[in-house]
């Protein structure tokens, strides 16, 4: 409660850098236990680095979900092989495999994503032929989450991404970033309150309609180098959130957690315009997932499906 009374505070601030500032800045200051934890376990981690010059690895129950999640990921890495959709690790999850093939110590979840065309395509095959024992929501963040339907603590967030049709410049993907964020915000507001039954095509449809009428260059034609972004679906905090298609493509491999994984063509450009300094420490720790108040069937089902 204290979390949704901090952001339906600082959503009256115009400029979007300093309200997440402010949100941080309270969060930081009136949340929790869980909070006060995570900036504690910030402190261990740089502690261990400097004193070792190696980044930790998680321990425990935060240990399982990892395990967990990337058993998931492998799914759905099979499945988007089958059917030749192309996926990259992205945000957290890359930052960890760029740094060390691991987690970074602090992540509780694996981020992944698609251009448009493939992330429909992915959910409509998963619906036919996916994990019998995950599903897929969006009532939440309003993007595609696949989760385990026994186990609430594990889930993979699939970023859809739409393709500008021009070449641009630094100057122009930061505009057209802060085009998206403007048009995320204001769509998300403003979606309709009663959903159909089908949630994920009516959504999609919303979100795609709406970038296609509000953002010119949107119309394929044969240009060499256009300009991948983040899809105006998702609620976007960062500065630049659209890269050179040969940024992403075509698509590498890197190991994550002894696996082989799909990521971005030039790794070091993408993380750079989304974090700037990507392996700097954060100010704080946010975790999805408050493990300690995890109930013990949730622990010992994390258990057993890691050694299934």
Known sequence: MKRFIIKFICVF????????KIRNHLIEK?????????????????????????????????RNIQL??????????????KHNIKYWLSFGSLIGAV???????????I?????????????????????????????????????????????????????????????????LSKQIRFLSKNTRKNLPSKLK????????????QITKQKIPYTQKNNIKNPTIFYSIDFNHTHDYIAFDYNTI??????????????????TDTYLTLIYKDYMAFPKHIHYHIDINKLPMEEVIALQNYIKE
């Open 13 to 20: 601030i115009p400029n979007i850098q300093l309200r997440m």
């Open 30 to 62: 009136f949340i929790t236990n869980s909070t006060k934890n995570n900036i504690e376990e910030l402190k261990k981690i740089t502690s261990i680095l400097n004193k070792t010059n190696e980044l930790p690895t998680s321990s425990g129950i935060l």
């Open 68 to 81: 967990a999640t990337i058993k998931m990921l492998i799914e759905v890495d099979k499945l988007c092989k």
């Open 99 to 109: 740094r060390n093939n691991h987690y970074i110590p602090w992540d509780d979840d």
């Open 111 to 175: 981020d992944i994503s698609m251009l448009r065309e493939d992330y429909k395509k992915f959910i409509s095959i998963f619906k036919k032929e996916g994990n019998e024992n995950f599903y897929i929501d969006f009532i939440h963040t309003r993007i595609a989450k696949i989760h385990h339907k026994k186990i609430k603590s594990i889930f993979i967030d699939i970023f859809p991404c739409d393709i500008y049709y021009k070449e641009t410049s630094l100057i122009e993907k930061y505009n």
């Open 197 to 208: 039954k089908n949630i994920f095509y009516e959504y999609n449809d919303i979100f795609e």
């Open 249 to 266: 493509f075509p698509l590498k491999t890197i190991e994550f957690e002894n696996y082989q994984f799909p990521c971005p063509n030039d």
